[in-house]
């Protein structure tokens, strides 16, 4: 753990860039402002906040645009998570006359997909609601449960485009979007299904990335739909 390589910097950045927010080094410096969250930490029994997420959450909770490249397991899915809580919770619009969910995950596979879910269900943050749409999943009962009305939709690239064009997946009220495993999800063909989801997603949403990787294919993307990224890299220095 001692060895991780911490690289945090705008990726395109120019003179307009804000200074970047100063990582936390505790879960009490990061939710101070928020108890409930820190009450959640508490009962999920972790001790500290991971390298990614002592830099991940400051940035978030801020309203920065992110990509966090770091190896699995290395908790990229609470860095995200409890911010999007928090970003729901601040909306001026109540939930009963938001059309679709404010919140959109999108993961490459089925299994990725319902853990996420999983995730979110273990925390139960003022009545934050969330269902997951994936392909091979019955798609009427995914249908009803987005009429519903939820905060939070997980999905898989193929079933959101699916359901996105069917006109079942209302996104125009999106304003936190997660690209869960970016390099995945390109290595698996999905680019074109993911892009036509995100033209009709507002732009002045806030967007998330994460990678294990950061190939050329996964910058093209943050080119495209991200406003003035900060990007964390947590490697290993390979010594
Ligand atoms: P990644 O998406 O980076 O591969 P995950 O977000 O799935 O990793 O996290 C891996 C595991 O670590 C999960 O079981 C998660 O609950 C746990 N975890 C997350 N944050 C912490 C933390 N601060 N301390 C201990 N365990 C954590
Ligand atoms: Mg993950």
């Known amino acids: 753990e001692s060895n991780n390589n911490i690289v945090v910097d705008r990726v395109f950045g120019n003179e ?9 080094s505790t879960f009490e410096q990061a939710f101070f402002n928020y108890p409930e969250i820190l009450d959640e930490i508490t009962k999920a029994g ?14 978030l909770l801020s309203g920065e645009d992110l990509i966090g490249i770091a190896q699995t ?13 928090i970003h729901i919770d ?9 059309k679709g969910p404010a919140v959109l995950i999108v993961a490459p596979t089925r299994e990725l997909a319902l853990q996420i879910d999983k995730e979110i269900k273990k925390y139960h943050y003022r009545g934050i609601s969330s269902c997951c749409v994936y392909g091979g ?5 995914q249908i009803s449960a987005l ?23 209302y996104v125009e009220n999106i304003t936190y979007v997660v690209l869960d495993e970016a390099d995945r999800m390109l ?9 036509r989801v995100m033209y009709s997603i507002r732009p002045n949403r806030q967007s998330i990335m ?30």
Request: net charge positive.
């Open 16 to 24: 307009e860039s804000k200074p970047i927010p100063k990582p936390v």
């Open 46 to 59: 972790f001790e500290k906040p991971s390298p990614i997420q002592c830099q991940a959450w400051p940035v």
């Open 73 to 85: 397991g290395s908790g990229k899915t609470l860095a995200f998570l409890l911010p999007a809580f």
């Open 90 to 98: 601040g909306q001026t619009t109540p939930k009963e006359e938001r």
């Open 137 to 141: 999943g019955d798609r009427k009962l």
């Open 147 to 169: 009429r519903k009305g939820v905060d939070i939709v997980i999905a898989t690239p193929g079933r959101m485009n699916d359901l996105h064009t069917s006109g079942d997946l």
């Open 187 to 195: 290595d698996m063909g999905f680019e074109a299904q993911i892009r």
């Open 210 to 239: 994460t990678s294990a990787t950061w190939p050329p294919g996964v910058r093209r993307l943050a080119t495209s739909y991200m406003n003035d990224p900060i990007q964390v890299y947590v490697g290993s220095l390979d010594l």
